[in-house]
T-cell receptor, first 112, second 114 residues
Framework: QKEVEQNSGPLSVPEGAIASLNCTYS??????FFWYRQYSGKSPELIMF????GDKEDGRFTAQLNKASQYVSLLIRDSQPSDSATYLC????????????FGSGTRLLVRP | KAGVTQTPRYLIKTRGQQVTLSCSPISGHRSVSWYQQTPGQGLQFLFEYFSETQRNKGNFPGRFSGRQFSNSRSEMNVSTLELGDSALYLCASSLIRGRADTQYFGPGTRLTVL
């Protein structure tokens, strides 16, 4: 079992729709959760992070964390074609807080 | 403020050779981490340097090594290159060690091993 799992996609949504990206993790000691956006040929860019159970909103992005279910998600409202990218989920924990463990990423396509 | 810079951006080597990649962190950032990204394995942690010392290491063979200089610049070295070492090597610097929300990635070095 991989430590951080994501559906590889592609997830295809029409422009203006809500895109929902999901991630599960295996280590119950995980403390911090991150979502990165990576455009093709570019490096990852941090777009959201969450530490506590519940929702965290930033503009069109909402991160949701459920530690009991070991599940973290990213919602993108009013999706735009420019949101088309690969979204990487990453976690770290108290034992190895200096290294991030990444999922394989979900490719998102927003259709105009 | 300048971002994380990595040189070279592209590199082609042959099996058995060695390679050195360079990373200059954002000014004021003292923690530097290296990651390898491949289509098959995704993004994997290589090692982290802070105050010129390797503090953490990922699950990679000893052919992968690195160092950090007093100005926080870092280099990583891969000896006896294998075809499977073809990857995007990413360097990331952090303002606060252990806080990934203060971490920024460089543009990466694309290494191709023939």
């Amino acid at each position: 079992q991989k430590e951080v799992e994501q559906n590889s996609g592609p997830l295809s949504v029409p422009e203006g729709a809500i895109a929902s990206l999901n991630c599960t993790y295996s280590d119950r000691g995980s403390q911090s959760f991150f979502w990165y956006r990576q455009y093709s040929g570019k490096s990852p860019e941090l777009i959201m992070f969450i530490y506590s159970n519940g929702d965290k909103e930033d503009g069109r992005f909402t991160a949701q964390l459920n530690k009991a279910s070991q599940y973290v998600s990213l919602l993108i409202r009013d999706s735009q074609p420019s949101d088309s990218a690969t979204y990487l989920c990453a976690v770290n924990n108290m034992d190895s807080s200096y290294k991030l463990i990444f999922g394989s990423g979900t490719r998102l396509l927003v259709r105009p | 403020k300048a971002g994380v810079t990595q040189t070279p951006r592209y590199l082609i080597k042959t099996r058995g050779q060695q390679v050195t990649l360079s990373c200059s962190p954002i000014s004021g950032h003292r923690s530097v981490s290296w990651y390898q990204q491949t289509p098959g394995q995704g993004l994997q942690f290589l090692f982290e340097y802070f105050s010129e010392t390797q503090r953490n290491k990922g699950n990679f063979p000893g052919r992968f090594s690195g160092r950090q200089f007093s100005n926080s610049r870092s280099e990583m070295n891969v000896s006896t290159l294998e075809l499977g070492d073809s990857a995007l090597y990413l360097c990331a610097s952090s303002l606060i060690r252990g806080r990934a929300d203060t971490q920024y990635f460089g543009p990466g070095t694309r290494l191709t091993v023939l």
